[in-house]
């Protein structure tokens, strides 16, 4: 569905990469956490799925097509079918709850029959079916999320990302949200959602990507927010002073801090990364992650060359033209009880 090939991004020349050597894929109805600290690439690698931004080197494919020879003028079909949720919501502020979801299908010139339907049915889903009519400013943060949500998933996009959607939101409230974008996902929706949100990757106990200054450090199937060693990192590039690891034996500094009272059932490697401020250390995972990255690596390029072409099947050329209308090209998520008729 989304394929990063060996994709480095530098904003500025001179500055170091904002993400370097990426290769990673995420499959058709996934659920991907992306954590790391700030800086670490998360944001710039969401941008690079919506063609916000261009890789300065390497190839980002969406659904089998090579994002660099899409023509801009193709761009806005590409972003259709890509919903977007931001931590600061982003409504529209002069427009209603209501107006805000009907908006994302008016600029695609959907008949008003169909979003006279559409809309309520959506915002029945983030149950908000008595607020349509509030201005955002009327509504809480946890409700003008829904809100927001409603709005990227109207159109049933095959992508959803989510850029720390519950950074602003209380934990209980952030449990909502998330349970909104599970059952978007269940509808079959591939949801990659970058956060700071232990609570939420925890419970969830789905693929977690964790990025440190650019690159994949870890890669797991069913992950938490902080590494539990052995680590398997399944793809991406260690960091360079990955090889420098020797000069810190985890295991002394391990009881050293668990004598300073780090408690007994984190890791080492946990310990050692609490004490130090920080969310990550590449240089702490990278030993047992070597060998597991050669064998799983294999594997990965056959079902990920496997996909490719089942991507390319469906999603022809048709999908990114001008008329073209999610979500046709992606038969696993139509809109239920619409007649072709009505959605054209
Ligand atoms: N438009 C830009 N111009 C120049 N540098 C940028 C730009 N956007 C991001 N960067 C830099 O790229 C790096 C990665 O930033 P990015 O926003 O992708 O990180 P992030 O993981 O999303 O962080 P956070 O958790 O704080 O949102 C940072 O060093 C950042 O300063
Ligand atoms: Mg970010």
Do not use: C
């Not at 702490?284 to 050669?294: K, L, M, R, S």
């Amino acid at each position: 569905m989304i394929r990063f090939d060996d994709v480095t991004k530098t904003y500025m020349r001179g500055q170091r990469p904002a993400v370097e050597n990426l290769d990673i894929e995420f499959a058709r109805g996934e659920f991907v956490f992306l954590v790391g600290a700030s800086g670490s690439g998360k944001s710039t690698l969401m941008r690079m799925v919506l063609k916000e931004v261009n890789p300065t080197r390497g190839t980002v494919y969406v659904a089998g097509k090579d994002l660099s020879r899409i023509p801009s003028w193709k761009v806005p079909s590409l972003r259709r079918d890509i919903g977007m949720v931001f931590q600061d919501f982003r409504l529209l502020p002069s427009k209603t709850a209501y107006q805000n979801i009907e908006f994302a299908l008016a600029v695609i010139g959907t008949p008003r029959k169909v979003v006279r339907r559409l809309v309520p049915e959506m915002l029945e889903m983030v149950g908000l079916e008595d607020k349509g009519k509030r201005m955002p400013h009327e509504l809480s943060g946890g409700e003008q999320q829904r809100v927001a949500i409603a709005r990227a998933y109207v159109n049933r996009p095959s992508i959803l990302l989510a850029d720390e959607p519950t950074g602003n939101l209380d934990p209980s409230t952030a449990g909502g949200i998330l349970d909104l974008l599970a059952e978007i996902n269940e509808r079959g929706t591939t949801v990659v959602m970058a956060t700071h949100d232990r609570a939420a990757v925890d419970r969830m106990q789905r693929r977690v990507v964790e990025m440190v200054g650019g690159q994949v450090v870890r890669d797991e199937a069913e992950g938490t927010y902080e590494t539990h060693a052995p680590v398997s990192v399944i793809s991406g590039h260690l960091p360079d002073d990955s090889a420098h690891r020797d000069e810190h034996p985890l295991e002394d500094e391990g009881l050293a801090e668990r004598w300073e009272g780090v408690p007994a059932e984190r890791s080492p490697v946990e310990g050692e990364r609490a004490a130090a401020g920080e969310t990550a250390a590449a240089d702490d995972i990278a030993a047992p992650a070597a060998a597991a990255g050669d064998v799983l690596e294999e594997d990965l390029i056959d079902e990920r060359e496997a996909q490719q072409v089942r991507d390319e099947d469906l999603f022809t050329d048709e999908a990114f033209s001008d008329d073209a209308f999610s979500p046709e090209p992606f038969p696993e998520t139509p809109l239920p009880e619409q007649s072709e008729g009505e959605r054209r």
